[in-house]
């Protein structure tokens, strides 16, 4: 065993030295130049465009000129030309760019692309750096800049103080540094995930009086863009089960912008002919919005609107169904401020399908009939002759019946002359107020179309026709019919009520529109209601919109609990004044029967009192506020919108709330980025497709 020769040792392993440095290609992202902005603003597209671009362009597609629809098809990228371009509406062209490197912006943090030439030139010393393992290398870009890759994670651009001079001096590195950096990861940008493919409703947005839409002075096609984003973040949050089953994809929303036409007529310049110089900004700012209003009013220039708004939305109809051939959803409409007032107007002016007009006159007439029966009843009930109703039963007589008949009439039937005075005088009166409401129908502005009930009868003058006062214009027709119309921030009551429209008839409904929704915030100086003109005899509360997250605003909670607190303190104390009152007021009180009990000694002790004395002057139990009381029954508010409630109202932000005043004008412009009110228009809109929300919103319809 000692004599075994022992194996050679091994040498030792050599120690792990670094990792030989290993190259790994850049991955590209393709960005787009904000137009418009005097800062250079590069902004990213979704990782589902940049993808389908970036195939494109790995195919070499781009030596055609092949168009890649981007931004869920409103535009499109011209690869070879690198432009994205607006489909549907007018915008300038943007700069396209495959983007690898960037460099931080002079005066903020965001970072600027390097032209796809020279990133090329920056990837291959980077390449070059990296296998060699040799750095501080310098490369000199297009516009004489000094780029200096010190490492892999630190690479810096140099912005030269001056350019050669006399002396032939160069550029040097001794201007402010900007860091660079190498692919899309190491930056700090949002890039969005992209927007579902399938579409399932398109909605067309009619822009109020101005070219800017809100407080930001923003344009339609930017306000829209914001809806939508905003309508995005809530089908994720609130119908997330339908989009794990692949029942829907979004909401289509496209701006329809009229301003521009109308000013584009020249009364631009015969405006300013006729302008005073002073406070020249704000005269401009009245020419260029508020006068849209007088515009509308005038015959010439409401043709012009109504034709641009109808023409706009059929070509956008179509341009749409061209670039989607495989949609099958329905069209919506909304509109805010006056737009929502040349929608209306034109809804009213719209024409049913023959067939579907000759279903609504039978059920008219069916309900016409019914309707009439009752309402003779009630006639003969107010003359006290409800002794003649079964005459006039077995005769098939209703109340339109009844205003045919003449006193022989009357006579053939056997109703005695007393009675039948009666009647005859009731008629002659009615057909007097009837004549009075015809002579007033037929002023000047009366658009001669039937009335809210569909029908030209006049019978019943407390409706007057929804298209009294209308502009005389020959409005045009669309070539859809809407599913529902959403009004935001809508003056629609006000204008009818100052034609002359004091009622609306609870069996109107819109020709070729059956939904019609209402949304306003409450501190919103332009808009007005509409239910009321339908109920004027009933007072009642607008649909509160619940809050987007499920319960009501803190602060109104607070509200409401302290105004019910106050209540019931002011009726406690109430309670004790009164019973003070009686205890100096009592009078001698008759003995109480040994048999009653202590209670029914005070009730007629009270009773007794009250009889004597008289209640208490002015003490009268507080009722509790509006926002308090529970509807004891549904309100009917007729057809307008299939027999659901009209108006809904915002809920306040608490800073809001402190002063009405200081935030009305926010209150006008606030619907474009409201969850509130996008929640609404999705719900409405998927509820016509059997789709409903995750958890029922409290408060809710």
């Not at 979704?46 to 970036?54: F, G, I, N, P, V």
Request: proline share 8%; hydrophobic share 35%; net charge negative.
């Amino acid at each position: 065993m000692a004599g075994r020769e022992q194996p050679p040792e091994q040498p030792p392993p050599p120690a792990p030295g670094p990792a030989e440095p290993r190259y790994e290609a850049v991955a590209p992202h393709w960005f787009y130049r904000k137009a418009g902005e005097p800062r250079e603003r590069w902004v990213p597209f979704s990782a589902q465009d940049s993808a389908r671009l970036e195939e494109a362009h790995g195919a070499g597609r781009e030596k055609e000129d092949v168009v890649v629809p981007t931004s869920g098809g409103r535009y499109d990228v011209h690869l070879k030309q690198r432009q994205r371009v607006a489909v549907y509406w007018e915008e300038e062209v943007s700069e396209v760019r495959r983007c690898t490197w960037f460099y931080k912006g002079d005066k903020d943090n965001k970072y600027i692309p390097y032209s796809e030439t020279f990133s090329e030139e920056l990837e291959e010393a980077y390449m070059i750096a990296v296998t060699l393992d040799e750095w501080k290398k310098k490369l000199e870009s297009p516009s004489r800049e000094i780029i200096i890759l010190h490492n892999p994670k630190l690479m810096v651009h140099y912005h030269p103080v001056a350019t050669s001079d006399d002396w032939g001096s160069t550029p040097t590195e001794q201007g402010r540094p900007r860091t660079v950096k190498r692919g899309v990861e190491n930056i700090a940008v949002e890039i969005p995930n992209g927007e579902p493919l399938q579409i399932d409703h398109l909605v067309f947005v009619v822009h109020g009086i101005g070219p800017a839409c809100d407080i930001r002075f923003r344009s339609i096609v930017q306000c829209v863009n914001d809806f939508r984003n905003v309508s995005l973040s809530m089908l994720q949050a609130h119908f997330k089960k339908a989009q794990e089953q692949e029942q829907i994809g979004r909401v289509e929303f496209l701006p329809v912008n009229w301003h521009s036409s109308l000013h584009s007529t020249g009364v631009d310049v015969d405006l300013e002919r006729i302008t005073l110089p002073s406070i020249n900004r704000l005269r401009h700012f009245i020419n260029d919005t508020i006068l849209d209003v007088f515009f509308y009013n005038s015959s010439t220039y409401c043709q012009t609107i109504v034709d641009t708004v109808a023409s706009e939305m059929n070509r956008l109809y179509q341009l749409f169904l061209q670039r989607n051939p495989h949609f099958k959803g329905g069209v919506s409409i909304a509109g805010h401020s006056l737009g929502s007032l040349i929608l209306f107007d034109l809804l009213t002016n719209q024409k049913a399908a023959p067939e579907e007009d000759e279903q609504s006159r039978e059920g008219s007439r069916t309900a016409s009939s019914n309707t009439g029966v009752e309402e003779l009843k009630e006639i003969l009930k107010k003359l006290e002759l409800s002794e003649y109703c079964d005459v006039f039963e077995k005769e098939k007589m209703d109340r339109e019946a009844l205003f045919l008949c003449t006193e022989e009439n009357l006579k053939e039937v056997g109703i005695p002359l007393g009675p039948r005075m009666k009647i005859l005088n009731y008629i002659s009166s009615k057909k007097e107020m009837q004549g009075i409401s015809e002579r007033s129908a037929a002023a000047p502005g009366h658009s001669g179309q039937t009335g809210p009930d569909g029908t030209s009868d006049s019978r019943d003058c407390q409706y007057r026709d929804i298209g009294l006062g209308q502009v005389s214009a020959n409005y045009p027709q669309l070539i859809y019919k809407p599913t529902i119309f959403f009004a935001f921030g809508s003056p629609i009551g006000m204008f009818l009520t100052v034609r002359g429209v004091k009622r609306i008839n609870p069996n109107y409904s819109l020709p070729t529109c059956k939904g019609f929704f209402n949304i306003f915030h409450p501190f919103d100086p332009v808009a007005y209601r509409i239910e009321p003109m339908i109920v004027p005899d009933v007072e009642f509360e607008p649909m509160l919109l619940p809050h987007h997250k499920g319960r009501k605003r803190m602060h109104l909670e607070l509200k409401e609990g302290l105004t019910r607190m106050s209540v019931d303190l002011k009726n406690n104390l109430l309670g004790s004044l009164r019973v003070a009152w009686q205890s100096f007021t009592r009078a001698p009180l008759p003995a109480v029967e040994a048999g009653s009990t202590d209670v029914e000694a005070e009730a007629e002790a009270e009773a007794s009192v009250e009889k004597q004395t008289g209640p208490p002057p002015d003490v009268k139990p507080e009722e509790p506020p509006p926002a308090a009381k529970e509807e004891a029954s549904p309100i009917n508010v007729g057809r307008l919108n299939g027999g659901n409630r009209i108006d809904y109202v915002l809920q306040e932000k608490p800073i809001e709330s402190f002063n009405e005043y200081l935030f009305a004008l926010q209150g006008h412009l606030c619907y474009w980025e409201s969850e509130d009110t996008v929640l609404l228009v999705l719900k409405e809109i998927y509820q016509t497709q059997g789709i409903t929300l995750d958890q029922p919103l409290p408060g809710s319809q």
